[in-house]
C-alpha cells in the first residue's frame, strides 16, 4: 500500500459507522460542556501525571499484538515499530497537535487518536474486532460505546 493508497482508506473509512475507547464512563451531555472542557484541559495538560499517555499508548500497544496495523504518521509504514508509536503518542500530546491514525487491514477498520481528545475512535469495527477493542480499552480503565453520530 502506498500513502496515498492509506489516505484513500482511511477517508472512505472515516465515514463509517464508529465506537469510542473513552476515558469517560459515559458520554457527557452537552448542558455539561462547560465542565468537561475545564476538566479536559487538565488532564490533557497533565497527561504523564495522571498517566493518561502510558494508558493510550498502552492501548495502541495491546491492539497491536493482535492485529497488523499501518500508519501514515512520518511517513507511510507497515507494521511500524512499539517505539514509533509510543513516540507519536508522546509527540500528540507535548506538542498539543496532530493525529495518529491506524489502519488495520485484515479488519478494514481505521483507529483514529487526536491530540485533544481523551478518547480513541475506532472506524468500521467488526464484531470481533469490537469485542477485543472493549477488552482492550476496558484493562486500561477506559469505556468501550458507539460514538455519536
Same mark, same amino acid.
Given at each position: @500500500?502506498?500513502?496515498?493508497d492509506?489516505?484513500?482508506?482511511?477517508?472512505v473509512l472515516?465515514?463509517?459507522?464508529?465506537?469510542?475507547?473513552?476515558?469517560?464512563?459515559?458520554?457527557?451531555k452537552?448542558?455539561?460542556?462547560?465542565?468537561? !472542557?475545564?476538566?479536559?484541559? !487538565?488532564?490533557l495538560?497533565?497527561?504523564?501525571?495522571?498517566?493518561? =499517555?502510558?494508558? @493510550?499508548?498502552?492501548?495502541l500497544?495491546?491492539? @497491536?499484538?493482535?492485529?497488523?496495523?499501518?500508519?501514515?504518521?512520518?511517513g507511510?509504514?507497515?507494521? &511500524?515499530s &512499539?517505539?514509533?508509536? +509510543? %513516540?507519536?503518542?508522546?509527540?500528540? @500530546?507535548?506538542?498539543h497537535?496532530?493525529?495518529? +491514525?491506524?489502519?488495520? &487491514?485484515?479488519? =478494514?477498520?481505521?483507529?483514529?487518536?487526536?491530540?485533544?481528545?481523551?478518547?480513541i475512535?475506532?472506524?468500521? &469495527?467488526? %464484531?470481533?474486532? =469490537?469485542?477485543?477493542m472493549?477488552?482492550?480499552? =476496558?484493562?486500561?480503565g477506559?469505556?468501550?460505546?458507539?460514538?455519536?453520530?
Amino acid at each position: @500500500m502506498s500513502a496515498a493508497d492509506f489516505s484513500a482508506s482511511a477517508h472512505v473509512l472515516l465515514a463509517e459507522r464508529a465506537y469510542v475507547a473513552d476515558f469517560l464512563p459515559r458520554r457527557v451531555k452537552s448542558a455539561s460542556w462547560g465542565r468537561l !472542557h475545564r476538566a479536559e484541559a !487538565h488532564w490533557l495538560n497533565a497527561y504523564d501525571e495522571l498517566g493518561l =499517555r502510558a494508558r @493510550m499508548t498502552n492501548i495502541l500497544l495491546k491492539l @497491536m499484538c493482535y492485529r497488523r496495523v499501518e500508519t501514515d504518521w512520518g511517513g507511510y509504514k507497515e507494521n &511500524p515499530s &512499539p517505539a514509533e508509536i +509510543s %513516540a507519536a503518542v508522546r509527540e500528540l @500530546m507535548e506538542n498539543h497537535s496532530g493525529t495518529l +491514525s491506524l489502519l488495520l &487491514p485484515e479488519d =478494514r477498520a481505521l483507529l483514529v487518536l487526536e491530540w485533544d481528545c481523551l478518547s480513541i475512535y475506532v472506524y468500521n &469495527p467488526g %464484531a470481533k474486532l =469490537r469485542r477485543l477493542m472493549k477488552k482492550i480499552a =476496558r484493562s486500561e480503565g477506559f469505556s468501550w460505546r458507539k460514538a455519536k453520530k
